[in-house]
C-alpha cells in the first residue's frame, strides 16, 4: 500500500484524521497519518474493535484511496465476529480436558489481551502488557 495519491484529497485526510481519532479513544494508541504501514495498521485497529464508527470512517477512507478488497475484508470479518458472538451465547456444558504433560512442560501458555492472544513467556521474560499495541515484556 504505497500508493499515498489518495492524501491529497481533503476529503481523505479529513477521513483518516477521524480514524486515528477512533483509535486513540478506543485504544489508547496514536496512529501516525506518515506511518508507512498505516492503512494495514489502520485495518488491523479496526479488526480488533467492534466500533461500528471506525468501520464505517475506514469505509470511507478506503474508498479514497482506491483499496477495495480490504473494504470487503472487513464485511467478511465483521459477519464472523457476528457468528462468533452467536456461538458463544450457547452455554457449554462439557468441561475443558485437563492440559497433558506435553502442554505443562513446554510452558506455551498464552494471555488474552484486547481480544488477541499473546504468548506469556518470550526469551525468558514474562507478557507485561501492550505498548502502542505491541506486546511487551519484561
Known amino acids: 500500500m504505497n500508493d ?5 484529497n481533503p476529503k481523505a485526510v479529513r477521513a483518516a484524521k477521524q480514524c486515528i481519532q477512533i483509535v486513540r479513544d478506543e485504544l489508547g494508541v496514536k496512529l501516525l497519518l506518515s506511518n508507512p504501514d ?15 464508527a471506525l468501520q ?14 480490504t473494504a470487503a475484508k472487513l464485511n467478511a470479518t465483521d459477519n464472523t465476529v457476528v457468528n462468533i458472538r452467536q456461538e458463544s451465547a450457547i452455554p457449554m456444558e462439557t468441561s475443558p480436558a485437563p492440559p497433558t504433560l506435553k502442554e505443562l512442560i513446554d510452558n506455551n501458555e498464552t494471555i488474552e489481551c484486547g481480544g488477541k492472544m499473546y504468548q506469556r513467556w518470550r526469551d525468558g521474560k514474562e507478557f507485561s502488557g501492550l505498548y502502542r499495541g505491541q506486546p511487551t515484556y519484561r
Do not use: K
Open 4 to 8: 499515498r495519491s489518495w492524501m491529497i
Open 38 to 52: 498505516f492503512l494495514h495498521l489502520l485495518t488491523e485497529y479496526a479488526e480488533l474493535t467492534d466500533s461500528e
Open 56 to 69: 464505517a470512517s475506514l469505509a470511507e477512507l478506503m474508498v479514497f484511496a482506491g483499496v477495495g478488497n
